[in-house]
């Protein structure tokens, strides 16, 4: 079985600093993606970064970035330059399976961002 | 258009009534999904159809049945729920997803769920 584990379940971070969001995962499918989604206050998930299980190198969207450490089994997502609209909660998760029909999200971790 | 539409936004029954949540999006997306999220946790898979075909049922009870008429709609049937079924419903579509290769848009486009009481 797969586990996604985020142990931060709050972070602050002042206005227009970075902040590194954790994320570690178990699986032992040899082909899997990792994704990063992030969930307002409104309940919406909207879709922020994905990282290949094959790919070497770190994906990057704006000013969200995957510190992907695959031998760690880590993915954190990175957020440069915070900004106020970006306080909400940030889930980390992983698709497997044919199709990539099966995503399991962790846990997640609430994110403040202050003035 | 980019969007997956749910409704109803809210929807407050008895545990006796007979309930339909919908769900449509026109992005060509052959996957769709029913995701369950309680409050202060994250969205637990419910259903997978692929192609209009049911392709994965997470053990889910009988009283939630899903239905896909057809590659654009994704209904859950709702009947004799528990107050513990009440939650935040959420719908999904994606393309079928070539995991582990550099990609843009691998995610799922989330609709803005239904937010479900049962009294």
């Known amino acids: 079985a797969q586990k996604i584990t985020q142990t931060q379940p709050g972070m602050f971070v002042q206005e227009k600093e970075a902040v590194t969001l954790d994320c570690t995962y178990d699986t032992s499918d040899p082909s899997y993606g990792l994704f990063w989604y992030k969930q307002p206050s409104s309940g919406e998930m909207i879709f922020l970064i994905y990282q290949g299980s094959y790919d070497q190198q770190n994906a990057t969207e704006g000013r969200y970035s995957l510190n992907f450490q695959k031998a760690r089994k880590s993915a954190n997502l990175v957020i440069s330059a915070s900004q106020l609209g970006d306080s909400a909660m940030y889930f980390c998760a992983v698709g497997r399976g044919a199709g990539g029909f099966k995503t399991i999200f962790g846990a997640g971790t609430r994110l403040f961002v202050k003035a | 258009d980019t969007e997956v539409t749910q409704t109803p936004k809210h929807l407050v029954m008895g545990m006796t009534n007979k309930k339909s949540l919908k769900c449509e999006q026109h992005m060509g997306h052959r996957a769709m999904y029913w995701y369950k999220q309680k409050a202060k946790k994250p969205p637990e898979l419910m259903f997978v159809?692929?192609?209009?075909?049911?392709?994965i049922n997470e053990s889910v009870p009988s009283r939630f049945s899903p239905e896909c008429p057809n590659s654009s709609l994704l209904n859950l049937h709702l009947h004799a729920l528990q107050p513990e079924d009440s939650a935040l419903y959420l719908c999904a579509s994606s393309q079928a997803l070539r995991l582990g290769k550099t990609g843009r848009n691998y995610g799922y486009t989330f609709g803005s769920g239904t937010r479900l009481t049962v009294v």
């Open positions: 159809y692929s192609y209009e075909k049911l392709s």
